[in-house]
C-alpha cells in the first residue's frame, strides 16, 4: 500500500469558528485515506519584518512553516474574503514566501474561499492567483471551489452539512489529484 499524499492545507482566517477552516477540515475527511490532510492556521506568523529578517533570518515559527510547505506534496490555500480581497493574515503569511526560488516554486496549489456572502469570495480569489503568481506555485485553475452562503451550508459546530457542496467539495479534491500527478511527470525529452 502506498502513503497517503502529503497536503498542508492553510487557512486564511485565525477565527476559531472560521467558514474557511471547517470546509478545509471538510476536506481532510472527504479526502480520507489517499490524502493524509494537516490544516495550517496563521496564529503563530509574525508581520513581515524585512529589518528583523536582514538581521535574523526568519523566525522559528516561520521556518516551521516553510519546512512543512517544503515536505508537502500539495498545497490548499483556503480564504476569506475581506474588503473584495484577500485576508492580511493570508498575504502576509504569502510574502515571508516570497524569495528566488520561493517555497512555492512548482508546487501545486489549489485555492478556495467560503464566505457567507452568495458569491462566495470569488473576489478574493482573483486576488489570490495574482498574489501566487510571482511564487511560480503550480495553481489548479479549475474547478474554482467558492462556498457562499456559509451559514445555512455548516451546522453550529463547524461541519459542513450541505450535500451538494460536499460533492463539489469532493470533486474538487479528485480535481487537485489529477493537477497533482500531472505536474508530477517528468517533462517529456
Ligand atoms: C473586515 C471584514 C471584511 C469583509 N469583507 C467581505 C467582502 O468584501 N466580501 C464578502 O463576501 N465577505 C466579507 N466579509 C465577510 C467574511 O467573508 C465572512 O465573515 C467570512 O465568514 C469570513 O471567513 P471565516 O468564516 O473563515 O472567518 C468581511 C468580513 C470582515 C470581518
Redesign the pocket.
Known amino acids: 500500500m502506498s502513503a497517503p499524499t502529503r497536503l498542508l492545507a492553510i487557512c486564511g482566517?485565525l477565527?476559531k469558528a472560521?467558514?474557511?477552516?471547517s470546509a478545509l477540515h471538510a476536506i481532510a475527511e472527504l479526502a480520507a485515506p489517499d490524502y493524509d490532510v494537516e490544516v495550517r492556521l496563521l496564529h503563530d506568523i509574525p508581520m513581515y519584518d524585512h529589518d528583523f529578517v536582514d538581521e535574523h533570518g526568519d523566525p522559528e515559527a516561520v521556518q516551521r512553516y516553510k519546512a512543512a510547505i517544503a515536505a508537502a506534496d500539495g498545497i490548499i490555500i483556503a480564504t476569506?474574503?475581506?474588503?473584495?480581497s484577500i485576508s492580511g493574515v493570508l498575504k502576509n503569511a504569502l510574502d515571508w514566501l516570497h524569495g528566488k526560488p520561493s517555497v512555492l516554486a512548482r508546487k501545486p496549489v489549489a485555492i478556495l474561499s467560503?464566505?457567507?456572502?452568495v458569491?462566495g469570495?470569488s473576489r478574493a480569489q482573483y486576488d489570490l492567483r495574482k498574489v501566487l503568481q510571482p511564487s511560480e506555485a503550480y495553481v489548479l485553475g479549475m474547478p474554482e471551489m467558492m462556498i457562499g452562503g456559509?451559514r445555512r451550508k455548516f451546522d453550529e459546530r463547524g461541519v459542513l452539512t450541505d450535500e451538494a457542496a460536499r460533492t463539489e467539495l469532493a470533486a474538487f479534491i479528485a480535481a487537485f489529484g489529477d493537477w497533482m500527478r500531472l505536474v508530477r511527470q517528468p517533462a517529456a525529452v
Open positions: 482566517s477565527r472560521s467558514y474557511n477552516r476569506p474574503e475581506y474588503s473584495h467560503v464566505s457567507s456572502s458569491l469570495g456559509a
